[in-house]
């Protein structure tokens, strides 16, 4: 043998031997100690409060050998009732954000952020108070129970005066109304669930107004015809139709700023009084506000909500006075509205107190989860005031710190929250803290007096300082203040800043699902936009896409343009929460802050309004693309999203005949779903959940832009067209869940070339991953489109690889995935049947989607079970199946939603 | 033909046969951190579910906690230079970094819990350990050897709902 040829060879055989070496073994570590709460390969699961906004919802956190993975709503919370929106889903994304500090951090003489050690950290925390000499100013996120407590103590203890909890919205308005009409400043109570009647005057109570969870649940129990016969009537009175106007019955676009007019206005028609001067200006008939304050007054009780962050306009005060005593008229007063309980909001400081603060410039400030200067970017900050932030991540107002001391997130700590005082909820640990962080309350050095035993079993309600605020009706109604409306100057536009369900103030754009899930209106993901009607953008000569100008008297803002016929002529709106300059890798650089463009000064009346300015928008010449992942709005005849009404054709009720069409034989089990579009308020919760579930991987902004978009349950918007034209006084808009519709008859099946997408015995279109090929035949046979591809490698930049849920496979590049309907559920609920000999009861299983969903839209089970609740619906007068004439016979029907009645 | 590629073929040939088809002593069986004999435990009359306890309510069948294995040897040969060891690591609080010896592809959804509950054997697929001192895997966990048993005892053998999901 020539030497060339050995070493030929035994390559061969090192190659062999690689090849067993590449599957060295892993290790296991056993535990220490036996835990009896803990079995290995099984979730655990705590409860815990989501600390996302002030709204306090319950979870339930799920642990997987110590790394939590998913957060659910806690059925037994008063608050949510086991429900939560896709910001709540979120939160284990900020957990494990990439971008979390490590470390405590100091400023250098040079500028330059430098990481130190605990003890170093708090050695300058407490020489920085010692000289602070008691000019101290605390403005944190919104605390209640045990923190609050101890923020005031060692506040007081400080010579320093009480924390401003900072929350952007804050509800300033609401507040200064009540105090006006109900002689308390409180954010009440509403209760949607006892309403007959609702209107709103712009608050988008659907999406962050308060407690969005819990009014889309009550929502969905008045109006939605899978939860009531009778549903209610719903009025939206807003400049820009946004999640909360889709689904209201009657939506008047009135001029921005007028519905304090059109709130006097039915105020007048209800107690008979004459009707406020200048009604011409609101561009809206007559006959239409007469008729709505009939069905107000025949409805009982109703409730009308003032004006929301979008229209909170120098006259919202007006308007919120105005519904207080509309309210008060109609006997809503401690029937809908709950002005004697206080919800925790209630505490937060106004945004002029904020402002006030920071223009004092106090010695030392403490920053505890609050980002003001991204919502108050003039807000002056630095030398003299030394800052020490406390927050998990770097933001626009802690990149001015000079101490950073990181909290733990919410998920590793202990503590107390109570949005109501019979909301208390508590807080817990859901893993070993990540980083070298530590608790605020441990830097504090307080120790808050415990809990006495009276107080934990009134289920520490204690947590919230009620105001205790006895209602009296006003004696005489409040004297309005005396508001005009400026006509709007030629050239200009009302500035409409909008917040969404998904980026609530900014502070979710730093979690991959919030900029990944597009937006539930505009369908547009990863950018910040401006909005402007097609015939204003025609009539200024721009494309959609370009890039525009926005100034107004206090600041400009560069953001490329979408066009919507779901905005007044006359306003721009542009979206709240993108524009971060410094707030981590998923939030940067997507648009300008919007926030330059608003009034930074409190106006006449006291209060900061966020909608108070008008903007002349100029080109720029430039143009960037909006990665918008449904462009098409229109049904164009398809009858994809239908309501009932005898004008629209149905759809045909039995397939076309066929040749080739069989029957699966099921014998156990069929799984299916159905999904009611009169429930369905499009908050894309569904598809966070299912994100969180189903490791789907993130793409970004890039492939957005090429639809490759991974979501295995997209929320589709469409307009009514068959004789329900989509008028601009009355919108018909629908959303349309599609997750894959798990076809008894697939066509993705039948063009697998190696038996990945087969049908299984359950009734469910299996993908097996490690048989795909990528031949993508089944995505382009597929008429639903739910297949996803993978076109690259999924990465998951450490800690964020931790979320990943270990039942489910995840998949590489070149695979084809899609929903499963939650197969690893499914089969864990059968197994646990199977080994508890016990049958399976419907509604054991539930998928992710359906888990979270506010409204109860998605219901899941066992269509050959003729009791079950998905059967009963299957055959419900109102269902329909999704291209049902195309032979493929879906798993998933969808329920009709109500007729308008506009 | 030129002796080289009848040396490779031969070399391939000889790989590809001891690689799928021979259970070869090296094969998959680690040396671990402590020599720990499942013969002797055995022949002891120790039932697999004494140390391996989740086996009937979970995925992972579970290790004994380090506690657990000081339970009995705080008293048993407690001088002896392995179980020395154990005392290490329980004096510093140390897991036991056991090597894993069976395990199944990212892509098998694997669950104890239905094999105990259909009284399956835990020597049907992990061989014969109680006659084993240093554990190594005696049978080859391949598709076939899952199916046939699947078929064998009337188990699912839906690929997706099953398996691979």
């Not at chain 1, 009706?473 to 200009?492: C, D, I």
Request: glycine letters at 6%.
């Amino acid at each position: 043998m020539l030497r060339r040829d050995f070493i030929k060879a035994s390559t061969l055989a090192a190659a062999g031997a690689a090849s067993e070496a590449c599957r060295q073994p892993q290790q296991i570590l056993p535990l220490l100690a036996p835990d009896p709460r803990l079995i290995p390969g099984r979730p655990q699961f705590f409860a815990s409060v989501c600390r996302e906004c002030p709204a306090g919802c319950g979870l339930v956190v799920k642990v997987n050998d110590g790394r939590p993975t998913k957060v659910e709503g806690n059925p037994d919370h008063p608050v949510n009732q086991g429900k939560l929106c896709l910001r709540g889903q979120t939160s284990v994304q900020g957990l494990y954000n990439p971008d979390r500090f490590r470390q405590p951090m100091t400023r250098t003489a040079r500028g330059q952020l430098e990481a130190i050690d605990w003890p170093q950290g708090m050695a300058r925390f407490q020489s920085a108070v010692a000289t602070a000499q008691g000019s101290i100013a605390w403005v944190g996120r919104l605390e209640t129970g045990t923190l609050d407590r101890a923020i005031r103590a060692w506040l007081t203890r400080h010579q320093a005066p009480p924390p401003l909890y900072y929350e952007h919205f804050s509800y300033d308005t609401l507040r200064r109304s009540f105090q006006i009409t109900y002689g308390a400043p409180i954010v009440p109570i509403f209760r949607l669930d006892r309403a007959r009647s609702l209107i709103s005057f712009g608050a988008d109570f659907l999406e962050t107004y308060i407690s969005n969870v819990e009014y889309a649940h009550q929502f969905s129990d008045i109006h939605s015809l899978a939860h009531t016969p009778t549903p209610a009537y719903f009025l939206a009175v807003m400049p820009r139709v946004g999640l909360t106007a889709a689904s209201a019955d009657e939506y008047w676009p009135a001029r921005a700023g007028t519905e304090y007019l059109l709130a006097q206005a039915l105020l007048a028609v209800v107690t008979n009084r004459p009707l406020p001067a200048g009604m011409e200006q609101c561009e809206i008939p007559m006959d239409l506000i007469e008729r709505a304050a009939q069905r107000l007054a025949e409805n009982r009780p109703s409730l009308v909500l003032g004006p929301g962050y979008g229209n909170d306009s120098p006259t919202a005060l007006a308007c919120q006075i105005a519904v207080n005593q509309l309210n008060d008229a109609l006997g809503n007063t401690g029937q809908t509205v709950l002005p004697d309980v206080p919800h925790a909001l209630t505490q937060c400081a106004t945004q002029a107190e904020v402002i006030e603060l920071f223009e004092q410039r106090p010695r030392l400030l403490l920053l505890h989860h609050a980002n003001p200067l991204y919502h108050h970017p003039a807000l002056p900050l630095g030398a003299p005031t030394f800052t020490v932030s406390f927050a998990s991540t770097m933001d626009e107002t802690t990149q001015r710190a000079d101490l950073i001391l990181p909290d733990h997130d919410f998920l590793e700590s202990w503590g107390d929250y109570a949005p109501r005082a019979d909301a208390p909820g508590i807080l817990q640990p859901t893993r070993i803290p990540l980083y070298d962080t530590r608790p605020t309350l441990e830097v504090l050095g307080e120790k808050p007096a415990a809990y006495s035993d009276q107080e934990l079993q009134r289920g520490l309600a204690a947590g919230v300082q009620s105001a205790a605020v006895a209602h009296r009706a006003p004696a005489t109604p409040a004297v309005a203040p005396n508001v005009s409306l400026a006509p709007l100057p030629a050239g200009e536009y009302t500035l409409i800043p909008f917040p969404t369900v998904q980026l609530f103030d900014g502070r979710q754009a730093n979690r991959s699902w919030a900029q990944e899930i597009a937006d539930p209106m505009s369908k547009i993901a990863w950018d910040g936009y401006c909005e402007l009607h097609p015939e204003t953008a025609k009539r200024l000569g721009y494309e959609p896409n370009d890039v525009v100008r926005l100034r107004s008297p206090f600041g400009t803002a560069e953001l490329p343009l979408f066009v919507s016929t779901w905005i007044r002529p006359d306003c721009v709106g542009v979206l709240i929460g993108q524009g971060h300059s410094n707030y981590g890798m998923w939030a940067n650089e997507r648009g300008d802050n919007i926030h330059r463009l608003q009034n930074p000064a409190p106006l006449a009346d006291g209060l900061w309004h966020a909608a108070s300015v008008t903007v002349k928008l100029e080109s720029t010449g430039k143009n960037r693309p909006l990665a918008n992942l449904q462009t098409e709005r229109l049904q164009r005849d398809k009858r994809l999203a239908l309501a009932l009404s005898s004008k629209e054709p149905e759809p045909p009720t039995t397939p076309a005949a066929s040749f080739y069409h069989f029957h699966h034989p099921y014998v156990n089990h069929r799984w299916g779903m159905a999904i009611d579009l009169d429930s369905c308020i499009g908050c894309n919760a569904c598809q966070a959940a299912c994100y969180a579930e189903n490791n789907i991987a993130i793409w970004g902004r890039s492939s957005a832009l090429s639809h490759r978009e991974m979501t295995w349950i997209r929320v589709e918007i469409f307009e009514g067209d068959q004789g329900h034209p989509s008028t601009e006084l009355n919108p018909d808009l629908r959303f349309l869940p599609i997750p894959c519709q798990q076809c008894d008859n697939a066509p993705c099946e039948y063009v697998c070339p190696t038996f990945a997408a087969y049908h299984t015995d359950e009734g469910l279109n299996g993908q097996v991953y490690n048989r795909c090929v990528g031949t993508r035949y089944c995505s382009n046979n597929c008429i639903y489109k739910v297949r996803r591809f993978n076109w690259y490698t999924p990465q998951w930049p450490e800690p964020l690889n931790q979320q990943l849920n270990p039942d489910v496979t995840v998949r590489a590049k070149g695979v084809m995935e899609k929903c499963t309907f939650c197969v690893q559920r499914i089969t864990q609920v059968e197994l646990d049947a199977a080994t508890n000999q016990r049958p399976m009861r419907d509604g054991d299983i539930q998928t992710a989607c359906e888990q979270t969903c506010p409204t109860n839209a998605i219901v899941f089970g066992d269509l050959l079970d003729p009791a079950s609740r998905v059967a009963r619906l299957a055959a419900d007068n109102r269902g329909y199946g999704l291209f049902a004439d195309e032979n493929t016979y879906p798993a998933v029907t969808y329920l009709k939603k109500k007729a308008r009645r506009g | 033909m030129r002796p080289l590629a009848l040396i490779v073929a031969l070399l391939f040939g000889a790989f590809l046969w001891l690689y799928y088809l021979q259970d070869l002593p090296f094969r998959n069986a680690p040396q671990q951190a402590i020599s720990f004999s499942h013969q002797i435990h055995y022949e002891r009359g120790i039932q697999c579910a004494y140390c391996h306890m989740d086996a009937p309510r979970s995925t992972f069948a579970g290790m004994p906690s380090v506690l657990k294995c000081l339970g009995c040897h705080r008293i048993v040969i407690p001088q002896y230079p392995e179980i020395q060891k154990l005392h290490v690591y329980w004096n510093t609080q140390t897991p036991i970094p056991w090597k894993r010896v069976f395990w199944v592809p990212d892509y098998v959804r694997f669950n104890h819990q239905p094999h105990i509950a259909a009284g399956v054997q835990c020597q049907t697929c992990h061989g014969s350990i109680g006659s084993m001192d240093r554990v190594r895997q005696r049978v080859a966990f391949r598709m076939e050897t899952c199916i046939t048993c699947h078929r064998a005892m009337n188990a699912r053998t839906d690929c997706f709902g099953a398996c691979h999901h």
